[in-house]
Every structure is written in structure tokens, then in C-alpha cells.
């Protein structure tokens, strides 16, 4: 019979490329006139480096929540208008799709309007506007990149850590993009963000224990979304069930039963992570204004 995992994580995952990165944005900050902070519409507290206020030093931003075609939408709704309330000029995006994209160019002008403004009052109009794209691994700011400016020019794959070098993209004559390699940060002040970091990928898999993860996830869903794991696992979330007990069921009702009835839990922690984060479990927001609200009393 397999033991159950432990209930701990070891996420060893900066790297001395982020270091790197880190001081190449604050060498570049000066030569840009905003800054676009992407964010996981699942999660936009946890996938927002805490250091990127200090980094950008008073610059204009524009928040984009990626991937709203996976999040609770009720929940997107929330958080945009959270972000407002910060100052914070919005848009809800699904890059992969371009759904939304096509909204940027003018976000960006009504961003910098004062300034644009300004410019036109020195007889500076087609000045260039340069913004800085930032955001964690993973989080899909090549592909966001690549729809805004109509061509493929950063490269995007379904993994963290893939753009490495800062690249200038023109978007028309008078925008141009920074693109940043994704930065996160040394020290996690709540496990938790760690745990949601992982649970969407913007973490290697390879640095921690998928099943212990899974399990974490099992326990969240079971908690908040039970209707979820009914609709498609097929399995009841009963008060007993811990997120080991809620694999085990889903395993089972998937058919992977090794030799002696024992349940192949590590094969259904890859399926969960798998289908979680592909949208095919459904569309989840692991966190909410009012948690956060909550829990800094």
C-alpha cells in the first residue's frame, strides 16, 4: 500500500538568472515611460512579485489578468475592480486566445495620457511610448506579448523560465514593448502562494513532490469546489476526506487500480495537475480581495 505523501513542501526555484533579471529591470526603468504588470487571473496576489513596487519606482501601470477563460469569472470581476480601487488602470485578458489583446494599445494612451498631453503641447506627437512587460514564469507574457504586436517574436512555451534576455518588440510605430525574463522572489512570506504558484505551473514540477501537491489541490477543491469534483471525477467530497482520501476516490473511479487494489495516486496526481490547469476540471480562483482582506485583519 503506498504511504500517504507528507503533508510539507521543499520549493528551491530562484535561480541565479532572476537575480540577473532583477537588476537588468532596474537598470532599464529609466528608459521606459510605464510598466505592464501581467497577472494570473487564478490568482492575483500570489503571481505578483511583492518586489516590483520598489522596482518600478512611481512608474504608471497597467495591470493585465491573464487567463480569465480559467478563472472563476464572478471572481475576475472582483479583483478588477480591486485593482482600480489601488489606482491601477485594468484589463482581462486570454492572451493564448487574444481575447482582450486588441484592447491594449488604448489602455496604454489613456495610461499616459497627462503625458502624451504634454508631449503634444511641445509639438512631440508620434513620440515612441516604451512600457515594460513583467510578470512571474509561466504566466503567459510571451504569448500576450505576441498577440499585441500581430507576430511571433517572443518565444512562448507551457513552461517557466523560457525567455531568459530582454528583447524590444515594436507594436506600431509609436509603442514598443519591453519584454523581461520572469522574475520571482527569494522568500515566500505566506506557504500558500508557494502551494498556488505550484498548483498553475509556474514552478518546475521537477523541484517538488507532485503527489503531496495534488493532494494539497485535492484538499482545496474538495473545500471550495466540491461541485467541480463531482461533475468530473464522479466522486462525493464527504467531511471525513482528506486530500489524499479525494485522490485515492478520483483514482479509482479513473480505473487506475494496480495489482492488490492499491490505487495509483501518483499517475492521478499528474491527470488533476494536468486538467486543473488546462481548464478541463473547470474555472477556479484560488484567492479573493476579501481573503486577503480577511486575513490582514
Not at 486530500?243 to 501518483?266: F, M, N, P, Q, S
Request: aromatic letters at 6%; hydrophobic letters at 40%.
Amino acid at each position: 500500500m503506498a504511504e500517504k505523501p507528507e503533508n510539507t513542501m521543499n520549493i528551491q526555484w530562484y535561480p541565479g538568472h532572476m537575480t540577473k533579471t532583477r537588476r537588468m529591470i532596474q537598470a532599464e526603468m529609466k528608459h521606459v515611460d510605464a510598466v505592464c504588470e501581467i497577472l494570473d487571473a487564478r490568482l492575483p496576489l500570489s503571481s505578483r512579485n511583492p518586489d516590483v513596487g520598489e522596482l518600478t519606482a512611481g512608474k504608471p501601470r497597467l495591470i493585465i489578468l491573464n487567463r480569465v477563460d480559467l478563472a472563476d469569472a464572478a471572481a475576475t470581476k472582483k479583483w478588477a475592480a480591486w485593482f482600480r480601487s489601488q489606482g491601477y488602470a485594468v484589463l482581462e485578458v486570454n492572451a493564448k486566445a487574444g481575447q482582450g489583446t486588441g484592447r491594449f494599445a488604448t489602455a496604454v494612451r489613456e495610461l499616459l495620457k497627462d503625458k502624451l498631453a504634454a508631449y503634444a503641447e511641445k509639438g512631440q506627437t508620434g513620440k515612441v511610448v516604451r512600457v515594460m512587460i513583467l510578470g512571474i514564469p509561466n504566466v503567459g507574457k510571451s504569448t500576450f506579448i505576441n498577440q499585441v504586436a500581430g507576430r511571433r517574436t517572443a518565444k512562448a512555451e507551457d513552461r517557466p523560465g523560457v525567455t531568459r534576455a530582454k528583447q524590444w518588440v515594436p507594436v506600431d510605430r509609436t509603442l514598443e514593448l519591453l519584454d523581461t525574463p520572469g522574475m520571482l522572489w527569494p522568500k515566500f512570506d505566506d506557504p500558500q502562494v508557494g502551494l498556488h504558484l505550484a498548483y498553475t505551473g509556474a514552478v518546475r514540477d521537477e523541484i517538488m513532490d507532485t503527489e503531496t501537491l495534488a493532494c494539497r489541490l485535492m484538499e482545496y477543491l474538495g473545500r471550495r469546489y466540491p461541485q467541480a469534483l463531482l461533475a468530473r471525477y464522479k466522486i462525493e467530497v464527504e467531511d471525513a476526506d482528506t486530500g489524499y482520501t479525494l485522490l485515492e476516490k478520483a483514482g479509482r473511479k479513473r480505473g487506475l487500480v494496480l495489482r492488490g487494489g492499491e490505487i495509483d495516486t501518483e499517475r492521478m496526481a499528474n491527470i488533476l495537475l494536468d486538467e486543473f490547469r488546462s481548464g478541463r476540471l473547470g474555472r477556479f480562483t484560488l484567492e479573493l480581495p476579501e481573503d486577503r482582506e480577511a486575513a490582514n485583519g
